[in-house]
């Protein structure tokens, strides 16, 4: 399911919201170690774990280029909140009859050739994140993010006016 996109400003809010059929926990795990983060979303290296602390983003375009952004809130397997670019992203975990609700929040200030590309990722990064919870490890779907990326194309012309 598409996120939901809103205009705030000059940018948007998107929220995306996906439910699990595993536990908080498996889904924090998931999250935040980095031998299962790195299955479903390779840039990100989780370096200090806490408010304040920080999270890599590697390239991974052979260069060997990284920088760290910022942890701004963290609470163990309910909330992860870094930057991201000008804006945040936030992960939200809370358990559910049958299993685990995530919801991810991304703030993207300012919008751009770029922001469309950027939902399309974290769309498929998430489907990916279920393969994994599901035992299931798959290499980036291209095919899946450039529909997705055409769809999100439309999605923000249609905010953006």
């Not at 992203?89 to 991304?106: M, N, Q, Y």
């Not at 922001?115 to 998430?126: I, R």
Request: glycine letters at 8%.
């Amino acid at each position: 399911m598409q996120a939901v996109i809103e205009k705030e400003g000059n940018g948007i809010i998107a929220r995306f919201d996906r439910r699990f059929k595993h536990s908080v926990e498996k889904v924090w795990d998931a999250l935040t170690e980095n031998d299962k983060l790195e299955k479903w979303m390779s840039n990100l290296e989780i370096k200090d774990l806490r408010k304040d602390g920080n999270i890599q983003f590697h390239f991974n375009d052979g260069s060997g280029k990284s920088f760290d952004m910022k942890i701004r809130d963290f609470r163990e397997r309910a909330v992860l909140e870094f930057e991201w670019g000008d804006g945040w992203v936030r992960f939200e975990s809370s358990p559910e009859k049958d299993g685990c609700a995530l919801i991810l929040t991304e703030s993207i200030s300012t919008l751009s050739d770029h922001t469309s590309k950027d939902l399309a990722g974290w769309h498929v990064c998430l489907d990916m994140l279920g393969e994994v919870l599901d035992g299931r490890a798959i290499d980036f779907p291209m095919d899946a993010w450039e529909k997705w990326h055409e769809e999100y194309i439309i999605a923000v012309k249609r905010i953006d006016g």
